[in-house]
């Protein structure tokens, strides 16, 4: 009777395998303007907007940059979702027969590049004149 348990055990828990859910984590990333160039920490991901996929949650680096426009540099925290921690995550990604799709948007506003007055340049000019 142990043979038969231990058989009926592996094979339902190669059907939930076959048959269980997943968790798809997607992340958009939108720029104020648009098509700025976006790099998550340190790989370019393209241009925005643009939505990538993720596997894990926590403190991502975020750059962007577009000509004409202070490039901006920052970091944002992806906090994981209730269904996504232990022990809840074996449940959601082995034995839900459903897939979750774990969205996130972030949109950022980019500052136009201040060109420097005339009168600032003369005055830092004659600073560094002094200086030296």
């Excluded at 038969?4 to 968790?23: D, E, K, M, W």
């Excluded at 994981?80 to 022990?87: I, T």
């Excluded at 948007?105 to 590049?113: C, G, I, K, N, Q």
Aim: glycine share 6%; aromatic share 12%; hydrophobic share 40%.
């Amino acid at each position: 009777m142990g043979k038969y348990n231990l058989s009926v055990l592996i094979t339902f828990g190669l059907i939930a395998l076959v048959l269980g859910g997943c968790v798809e984590r997607k992340l958009t990333i939108n720029t104020n303007p648009q098509e700025a160039l976006v790099i998550l920490n340190d790989e370019e991901i393209g241009t925005s907007p643009v939505t990538v996929s993720f596997e894990w949650y926590g403190d991502y680096g975020v750059r962007i940059q577009k000509q004409g426009y202070e490039t901006l540099q920052t970091h944002r925290q992806l906090k994981a979702p209730w269904y996504d921690k232990f022990p809840f995550d074996f449940f959601a990604s082995v034995l839900n027969p459903r897939r979750i799709v774990d969205s996130y948007e972030w949109t950022f506003e980019l500052a136009p590049v201040k060109e420097p007055q005339r009168q600032e340049l003369i005055k830092d000019a004659e600073k560094l004149k002094q200086q030296l």
